[in-house]
């Protein structure tokens, strides 16, 4: 299994608080992703990073920021955390051969 | 704009039955991906298909893929209570951004 961890694993926070979180990985790669996941949607693309300090947008990018200052570590921020942030976030790589799509524990965050 | 849908979103069915998920995407793509999720897990990979025509199984899932079509199905053989998960397709666009775009997940319920 691809080494991919996040934190923190459940979070509750207030509307209006800013909230970060984290995706580490030990594998190196160069391309690292931010999903969100809810019911009937699916998961959705946030940010994403093709190297450090390289960072692009993804369908729902709206309300989030993201940061890479290193290869093993992607931020994923929400400067003004609201209701409709309330999601399950996933964070990904890739493996060998684009094979498969490795995904971090996830994050259960909630925003009240 | 890619696009792609699965149906059913929901499935119920009993044990020993056969049942086929598809999934349909809009645009040429270079890979298609079959994931596996358990409720409060992560997700798991369960098929890669690289080209037109490719065929993978394992046990009781069996996914194919028409590329002409753009259609992806997933079918399960002789269902058991174990494979009550969700169940994603995902397509790859890997023109400049290596991204993954998902299917909104078929929910399998097993009953005996």
């Known amino acids: 299994d691809a080494g991919i961890t996040q934190s923190p694993r459940h979070k509750v926070t207030e509307t209006g608080t800013p909230v970060t979180l984290r995706c580490h990985q030990t594998?190196?790669?160069?391309?690292m992703y931010w999903y969100r996941q809810d019911p009937g949607h699916g998961l959705r693309l946030i940010h994403y990073?093709?190297?450090?300090?390289?960072?692009d947008k993804g369908e729902v990018s709206d309300g989030y920021s993201v940061s890479r200052s290193k290869t093993e570590d992607f931020l994923l921020t929400l400067e003004s955390a609201t209701s409709s942030q309330t999601s399950v976030y996933f964070c990904?790589?890739?493996?060998?051969?684009?094979?498969?799509?490795?995904f971090g524990p996830g994050t259960r965050l909630t925003v009240l | 704009e890619l696009k792609v849908e699965q149906n059913p979103l929901f499935l119920s069915m009993q044990e020993g039955k056969n049942y086929t998920i598809y999934c349909n995407y809009s645009?040429?793509?270079?890979?298609l991906y079959w994931y596996r999720q358990d409720p409060g897990k992560s997700l798991e990979s369960l098929f890669v298909?690289?080209?037109?025509?490719a065929v993978k199984q394992e046990g009781r899932l069996m996914a194919s893929l028409d590329t002409k079509a753009r259609l992806s199905t997933l079918h399960i053989t002789a269902a058991v209570h174990d494979l009550s998960a969700t169940y994603f397709c995902?397509?790859?666009?890997?023109?400049?951004?290596?991204?993954?775009?998902f299917g909104t997940g078929t929910r399998l319920q097993v009953f005996p």
């Open positions: 990904a790589i890739w493996g060998t051969g684009y094979n498969e799509q490795f």
């Open positions: 594998e190196n790669h160069r391309y």
């Open positions: 990073s093709y190297g450090v300090k390289d960072t």
């Open positions: 645009t040429t793509s270079d890979r």
């Open positions: 298909l690289l080209s037109n025509g």
């Open positions: 995902a397509v790859a666009t890997f023109y400049n951004t290596d991204k993954l775009i």
